[in-house]
């Protein structure tokens, strides 16, 4: 390969790749394959607003992940959430990367999250707001993801444990737990609705808020 450089230093095109390659600065010729990995990411990345999913449009592995070639002959493919998570915290993840969207094609970096942390309080929350469309405070809260045939969100909590309800987890992560056998009901009357000022505690699935609000009251200072 040096022979090769040698030879053509000093044709225009190639001179500065050449002294760079002749230095041992770099030890592969670039071209539109062998660019460097991270301008063939950003090709492919399709951002879009801050909180929204950014989509990939480059090439996919078997299981629908975001992949890239890690450049060169036989270099191998690496995950392009790696790359993401690598150009927006400095950091080279030493663990798989997680997006806590659920949706495999999305790289925006706020909705990646490094595997191991689990089902922690914290990524549940992060995972929650990505899928929750926030608005005024009087506002609904929409979730945005698909509901299920009751009409109502939900989030999974992990392979073991089974999905927790989106404005079940909308009132805990505002008040804490919810007291055993007690219901979340919407005063909005709306199912995906997640915002905690329209959520009230409830004996049974048919009482409004105020009746609620006094029964729940008594029902806990009795257990109390
Ligand atoms: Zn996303
Ligand atoms: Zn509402």
Redesign the pocket.
């Known amino acids: 390969m040096r022979q090769y450089f040698e030879t053509y230093r000093g044709t225009r095109k190639s001179h500065y790749w050449c002294d760079k390659v002749l230095s041992g600065a770099i030890t592969a010729m670039p071209g539109p394959k062998r660019q460097h990995i991270e301008l063939r990411f950003a090709a492919y990345l399709v951002k879009a607003g801050e909180e929204d ?2 989509s990939w449009s480059g090439p996919i592995t078997n299981g629908g992940h975001p992949t890239l070639g890690r450049g060169g002959k036989g270099g191998g493919q690496t995950s392009a959430r790696i790359v993401a998570y690598r150009l927006a915290t400095g950091d080279n993840p030493d663990r798989e990367v997680l ?1 806590i ?1 659920d ?1 495999k094609l ?1 790289l ?1 970096p706020r ?1 990646l999250l490094l595997a191991g942390a689990g089902k922690s309080k914290a990524t549940l929350q992060k995972r929650f707001e ?1 899928k929750v469309q926030k608005s005024g405070p009087d506002e609904c809260w929409l979730w945005t993801d698909k509901p299920i045939a009751s009409g109502y969100g939900k989030l999974s909590t992990g392979h073991d444990s089974s999905p927790i309800l989106a404005h079940r987890l909308a009132w805990q992560l505002a008040n804490g737990d919810i007291p055993e056998g007690l219901f979340i009901k919407q005063r909005c009357g709306n199912r995906l609705c997640c915002n905690p000022a329209h959520l009230y505690l409830s004996l049974n699935p048919i009482d409004g808020p105020e009746v609620s609000a006094r029964a729940v009251e008594a029902w806990l200072r009795c257990r109390a």
């Open positions: 999913c950014w997006n969207c949706r999305c925006n909705h990505a």
